[in-house]
């Protein structure tokens, strides 16, 4: 049949780019650089035995087996939202099945007819997706580059009902950071500006007790959608807004991705609860996993190479792509899992490696890490 001639075409041509997207298990004897557990908290069981010895009645549940507006509504949701508002000092909260779902569904239940969103360039998937179901018209400003942004706003603000401006707090392909007073700076000069802030990188990584970069700058009370996701530091699954109360009942009477979808299973809900509650008592690995980050950089500008990494995710740009592949098995063959990451994902001719750390890296292993670069 044509259509099966098609795909197999496609996935030929992605194969001989060296494109071909392939799912691989771990290997064995290898420290994971290329996960999200930023914490460490993953292979933490004596923290996660903890957590089941404290499990009890309806928390031990595996399904919510419903949505959130039918029957999927479980204590552990609305105690979470309730933590989650209470350590932002915000309004309201609202959680989400992933960030997938918050980033693609938040958008489009918000925009009017007069709306315009502004975009950075280097944007996660997931806000584009959402971007585009929206329907608004959008630009995009040059990544991290907020004085575009302002051009931008400067030229059509006064068009249009609400402008949002949307970008990530740490940028998860480069490890680099939005400057938080900046973009603040735009919603005090625009009086229509709405502030979407996706700190996917940031929540439990940056700030005092990990509520992530913008709390750190102490201007998250000017975001007015800061989202976060449970499935890196948090080391759990599912995301949330904390947001104003129109806002979130806006959203819980419009947004598709939230309405349509079943609840998270109440186990898990309160495994977030448990460690959001414990992130407070986690700044040693904070630290760790930052200074980590830093010597990281570091180390890879001592080779002449730029990188721009102010956090805990750190690029090694290499170029091409076959070389890339080849410096990903050296790193391997001494115990190293990180993966190479090529265009399109990134531009082309700036195929690099992507350090992800995690606190969990012991410093003996970080410093035999660190004698890769000497080559
Ligand atoms: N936003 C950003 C910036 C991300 O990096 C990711 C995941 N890679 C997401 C959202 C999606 O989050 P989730 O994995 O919970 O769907």
Redesign the pocket.
């Known amino acids: 049949m044509k259509f099966f001639d098609r795909l197999t075409s496609d996935l030929t041509t992605l194969r001989e780019a060296g494109n071909l997207r392939t799912l691989r298990l771990l290997p064995e004897d290898t420290l994971n650089l290329s996960g999200?557990d930023y914490l460490g908290i993953l292979n933490d069981t004596a923290f996660r035995e903890g957590f089941y010895d404290s499990l009890t009645g309806e928390d031990r549940k595996l399904s919510a087996a419903s949505s959130r507006l039918l029957t999927g509504n479980v204590p552990a949701a609305v105690a979470l939202e309730e933590a989650l508002a209470q350590a932002y000092g915000t309004e309201a909260a609202l959680v989400f099945g992933?960030?997938?779902?918050?980033?693609t569904g938040i958008l489009p239940a918000l925009v009017g007819p007069k709306s315009l969103v502004l975009s950075d360039k280097l944007?996660?998937a997931?806000?584009i997706d959402g971007i585009r179901a929206s329907g608004a018209t959008f630009y995009r400003f040059r990544h991290n580059d907020l004085a575009h942004a302002r051009t931008f706003l400067e030229r059509y603000a006064a068009e249009y009902e609400e402008v949002f401006v949307m970008t990530?707090s740490v940028?998860?392909m480069d490890g680099d950071c939005t400057d938080l007073e900046a973009l603040v700076k735009l919603k005090h000069d625009f009086p229509n500006v709405v502030l979407y802030l996706?700190e996917?990188?940031g929540v439990g990584v940056f700030g005092e007790t990990g509520l992530g970069l913008a709390h750190a700058k102490g201007v998250h009370h000017e975001i007015d959608l800061l989202?976060g996701?449970?499935?890196?530091a948090l080391c759990s699954?599912?995301?949330f807004v904390v947001c104003s109360s129109v806002i979130r009942e806006t959203l819980i009477n419009k947004m598709r991705p939230f309405i349509f979808t079943t609840a998270l299973p109440p186990v898990n809900l309160a495994w977030t609860l448990y460690v959001f509650r414990a992130l407070a008592g986690m700044t040693a690995r904070r630290r760790h996993v930052l200074s980590m980050g830093q010597r990281l950089a570091e180390a890879i500008r001592g080779k002449g190479i730029a990188c721009v990494s102010a956090s805990h995710i750190v690029p090694y740009v290499i170029g091409e792509n076959d070389a890339t592949i080849l410096e990903a098995q050296r790193f391997r063959q001494a115990g190293f899992y990180v993966l190479p990451i090529r265009p399109p994902t990134v531009p082309r001719g700036t195929a690099r490696l992507r350090f992800s750390l995690s606190a969990e890296i012991a410093e003996a292993d970080f410093e035999r890490l660190l004698t890769l670069f000497q080559h």
Do not use: I, L, P
């Open positions: 999200n992933s960030g997938y779902h918050a980033n944007n996660h997931s806000m990530e940028f998860s996706d996917a990188h989202v996701t449970f499935g890196k699954t599912g995301a």
